[in-house]
Every structure is written in structure tokens, then in C-alpha cells.
């Protein structure tokens, strides 16, 4: 029972961005750096959310899969980032769990977003929502935390990249201390 509440437990942390990793390593400058990555906050935004977009849909097929071959996280999110998720994936499927319904999020509000030597870094507010989502042991039981927050505020930061300075992917994402805004 202690193996299936940590795995649980893993998912509700993988599920709600709530990890973080070391700073990013900057991509090598583009010959143009001077021009704007995004020309306005609204170009930021969109590439942001589709950024989320990806990663959520990954992260519900790997945890609906029971977290095997989690390396596919690393098509969706910074390198900073991927290890802790991996890990994540991987008391999951050592658990025997894997999960079932989808993801979803809104309230999408930029919070800044800065560009320097050809990287955009960019912060937005989301407000995350795991309701549909079931933590399922072996044999089909339920084993979500009955405390889980369905919803919940977050501050997750996007960076550029590696390959091209205007594709966003999450770098770290914290639960939000202030007013809840979901």
C-alpha cells in the first residue's frame, strides 16, 4: 500500500508541473540575436501554451502507459527538467500504477518574458487541472490520493529550445503561494 500512495503520490507531482531543475544551459546564439524572438507578449503566450499543450498530452499517454519508456519526455520539455520527470515516470511503472482520463488547463496569463543572446525565456501563470485524472494500481483499483488538489495555481517557466529559439519548452514549474487565481 506504501509503494502504490508513493507512486500516487509521484503522479500527482508529475501531473502538476510541481518540480524544477537546475538553470538552463543557453542555446548558441542565432547569427540574427538581434531581432526579437517573439514580436509581442501575445506571440510569447501561444508559443508557451502550445509548449504546455505537448507536454501534458505526453505526460498523460506515458502515465496512462504506466510510465514505460519515459525518455519520450525528453521531446517535450528542457533537458533541466527531464531527469526528475524520468524519475517520476519510473516509481510509477515500478509501482505498477498508471493512470486514465486527461489534463487539462487554463488561465493562461503571462507573468514576463525576456530574451538575451537568442534565448526567450518566458514565465506564465496556468491553472492546471488533474480532476479527470485516476491513479489506477495492477489490478484496475483506485488509488488517487483523496486529498489531491484537483486544480491548482502555477508558475512554470518556458525556455527556447536548443534548436530553435522560438519553439518554448517547459523548464520548471512551481505551485503558486499567492492569491489562487483557478
Known sequence: MAAALAAAGAVALLLSGCTGGAP???????????EPIFATDEEA?????????????TV???????GSNPERIRAVVDE?????????????SEAGNHTSGETTFDNLKLVERNEDAGVATVTAYICIDVSDVRVLNAAGEEVTPP????RRPLQTTFISSNSEASKLLPSGS???AGDDFC
Do not use: H
Open 24 to 34: 538552463a544551459a543557453s542555446p548558441a546564439p542565432s547569427a540574427d540575436a538581434a
Open 80 to 92: 533541466t527538467y527531464v531527469e526528475e520527470l524520468i524519475a517520476s515516470l519510473q516509481r510509477l
Open 147 to 150: 486529498d489531491r488538489i484537483p
Open 174 to 176: 512551481e505551485q503558486w
Open 45 to 57: 503566450l501561444a508559443a508557451a501554451e502550445s509548449a504546455y499543450e505537448a507536454y501534458i498530452a
Open 60 to 66: 498523460d499517454q506515458l502515465t496512462q502507459e504506466g
